[in-house]
């Protein structure tokens, strides 16, 4: 498995096949979370309910599997760094805003389907569903770019193996 995720990449930068996998995966995740949205101004909350829930599914495993590791061994221990400043700046911004995300719209996600306990339910669903789609939207466009100046801009790509 390790050897297709660390193969080259297809988008014709210095990514490996993960890195490209992981971006494409993201727009497509955050486009879900568009059609969720449309889906709610429609008033078809059924539908809108299981496509944002199969978002935040995905966002959280992408997040666990392929984001945390990295951030690790290339921003926490530096291997093969130092890089230029923007790449830890780009990285922690991103590495912020997609942890409030990821919290944020699961507790969103939890409380649709009646699974928070009382007293961390509210009923105004609409800022609550808001700022996650807009948390969702902020660190997807963030992680777009920490794709460039991970793969396209720094003089040292952080590569494993
Ligand atoms: C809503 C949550 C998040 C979204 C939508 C998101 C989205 C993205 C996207 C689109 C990329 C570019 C693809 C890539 O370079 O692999 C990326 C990369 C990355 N993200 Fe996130 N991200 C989220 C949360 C996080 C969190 C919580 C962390 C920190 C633990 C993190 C750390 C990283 C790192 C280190 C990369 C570069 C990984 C690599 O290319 O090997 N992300 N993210």
Redesign the pocket.
Known sequence: MNEILHAPGFLGTS??F??DA??II??I??ALFSIGFYLARKENFEAHKWIQTLGALI?LI??LW???L??RD??VRDQGGPREAVFYLV?AL??I???S??IF?LFVVLRGHKLMPKFLSFNNYKPFMRWAYG??IA??T???F??FV??VVTGIP?TYG
């Open positions: 990514a490996n993960a890195a992981t971006l993201m727009l995740t955050a966002n992408m997040v392929l984001m945390v990295p951030f290339f921003v990285t991103h590495a805003t997609g942890l995300a990821t719209g948390l969702y660190a997807t963030l992680g777009i920490v794709y991970w793969f952080p």
